[in-house]
């Protein structure tokens, strides 16, 4: 991914707004069950010219917690997830 988005001048969004947001996926094997285990992938990548994002782009309300958790953590990511 790194090298796709330096390579177009593109930005990865998520990425951008969290950097240290830890094991946060979007699609997870379901026959093994591994959504419960917080193993999975990232299928919503939203690319972005990095000169438009860093014009235009704003965070919105942020990940979310409930406070038990730090939002960037694992721990929170397997939170969502599950």
Same mark, same amino acid.
């Given at each position: 991914?790194?090298?796709?988005?330096?390579?177009? &001048?593109?930005?990865? %969004?998520?990425?951008?707004?969290?950097?240290?947001?830890?094991? =946060?996926?979007?699609?997870?094997?379901?026959? =093994? $069950? /591994? /959504?419960?285990? $917080?193993? &999975? %992938? =990232?299928?919503?990548?939203?690319?972005?010219?990095?000169?438009?994002?860093?014009?235009? @782009? *704003?965070? &919105?309300? &942020? #990940? @979310? *917690?409930?406070?038990? #958790?730090?939002? $960037?953590? @694992?721990?929170? @990511?397997?939170?969502?997830?599950?």
């Amino acid at each position: 991914q790194a090298l796709m988005a330096d390579a177009d &001048g593109m930005v990865d %969004s998520f990425a951008e707004f969290y950097p240290e947001a830890k094991e =946060r996926f979007t699609c997870w094997d379901q026959y =093994r $069950n /591994r /959504r419960h285990q $917080n193993e &999975g %992938s =990232r299928i919503d990548y939203v690319m972005v010219d990095r000169v438009f994002f860093q014009a235009h @782009a *704003s965070a &919105g309300a &942020g #990940l @979310a *917690s409930s406070g038990r #958790l730090s939002p $960037n953590s @694992a721990a929170a @990511a397997l939170s969502a997830a599950t």
